[in-house]
């Protein structure tokens, strides 16, 4: 019984060792990891600012672009589909930008001032063409002077440059000594330039004479108007936080519509003797409403045990409601069959990867 007793005792001790071991190398590690002099320090802190540089890989999304229809419509209510058909937009595309900024502390109360610039360069968009197995099919879907129906080729292009500038104030407020709070309030300007052309083709498909139908669409874009929301951060050590932000605005600008309609001769392909059969413009002011979301991980390190520097990395996304307008017009000559609006928004979504340093 006293044997027993004493292994009982034995093994608890050994398992009480065993545990205390496992939680002081974990303790050793956790320590290793995130130590208690880490080099962040937030805003209240007496941190003095930051500088950081964005690279940021965004995927472009435009609602309204479809240009083209082909087959899937046997052209009468009582005839039967042959074939499946497809609807040609300009679809989407992930492209490269960058963002630099400065978050500077005021020294009162945990205010801060923070300015940043964005840029982002997106251009892409697709086509259709006719073969001489399916030598028809293929009809526009934006109405001109020109061709609509049987056309041989067709493509729709988008091209914007995204110039944002974003100022503002903000205070932080922490909570537990783990979790900060950042309302702010400013101004977001933007200037861009958004154009969407399409192309329809009717030629012949063996000596590619006959013409070409141009259609040129553009937004010029240059606005104004306040920003405001609240960025989150919890500590999870001392080395790593995760970090959120949400942000709404209201950009005022008076957009300068323009469309110009083209018919080319195609000689062999080549385009000549260009005549401009349509050129309107249409200035109309707007108040563009922009949702900004983002989220994402940031590891904050000493360099030469002296500078603070920090890596973000995350994801954003931003929504920019009917932004995209076009100048539309049907058969009728009649003026009220012009269509002036919003044919949708224009929306980003992608990575974002940040380098910073403390002053």
């Known amino acids: 019984m006293l ?3 004493t292994n009982q005792l034995l093994a608890a001790s050994i398992a009480f060792l065993t545990t205390a071991g496992f939680m ?4 050793a590690a956790w320590e290793g990891c995130c130590p208690e002099n880490s080099c962040y320090r937030s805003m209240c802190a007496g941190l003095n ?4 540089l964005d690279f940021i890989l965004w ?3 435009i609602d309204g672009t479809e240009f083209a229809r082909q087959d899937g419509d046997s052209g009468s209510v009582s005839s039967t589909v042959t ?8 679809g989407c595309s992930w492209d490269p930008g960058f963002r630099v900024g400065m978050l500077m502390n005021l020294g009162k109360c945990c205010w801060d001032f923070q300015v940043q610039y964005t840029y982002h360069y997106e251009r892409f968009g697709e086509s259709a063409v006719v073969t001489f197995l399916a030598p028809t099919g293929l009809d526009g879907l934006i109405y001109n002077n020109g061709n609509m129906e049987n056309i041989t080729a067709a493509d729709g292009n988008w091209d914007n440059r995204l110039q944002v500038l974003d100022v503002g104030l903000g205070k932080t407020f922490e909570a537990c000594g783990c979790f900060e709070f950042r309302p702010h309030l400013g101004i977001k300007a933007t200037w861009q330039k958004l154009k969407y052309r399409v192309i329809y083709d009717l030629a012949n498909l063996v000596t590619q004479n006959g013409v070409r139908d141009t259609l040129n669409f553009r937004t010029d874009f240059e606005g104004v108007g306040l920003r405001g929301g609240f960025d989150v951060a919890w500590q999870v050590c001392s080395c790593m936080r995760i970090l959120g932000g949400v942000s709404l605005s209201s950009v005022w600008s008076e957009l300068c519509l323009q469309r110009i309609d083209i018919r080319e001769t195609l000689t062999g392909g080549v385009p000549s003797l260009p005549v401009i059969n349509v050129d309107l413009k249409e200035n109309v002011c707007v108040l563009v409403p922009v949702f900004e979301f983002n989220f994402g991980f940031r590891w904050d390190t000493c360099l030469c045990c002296r500078y603070p520097a920090f890596v973000f990395l995350g994801w954003e996304n931003q929504v920019w409601f009917d932004l995209n307008r076009l100048i539309l017009f049907g058969a009728s000559t009649l003026s009220s069959n012009y269509e002036f609006g919003p044919r949708g928004n224009v929306s980003y979504q992608g990575l974002v990867v940040r380098l910073g340093s403390g002053f």
């Open 59 to 61: 995927q472009t999304n």
């Open 24 to 27: 002081g190398s974990a303790s």
């Open 49 to 52: 600012g930051e500088l950081y």
């Open 3 to 5: 044997k027993r007793k």
């Open 83 to 90: 074939n499946d058909g497809a609807i040609h937009d300009v």
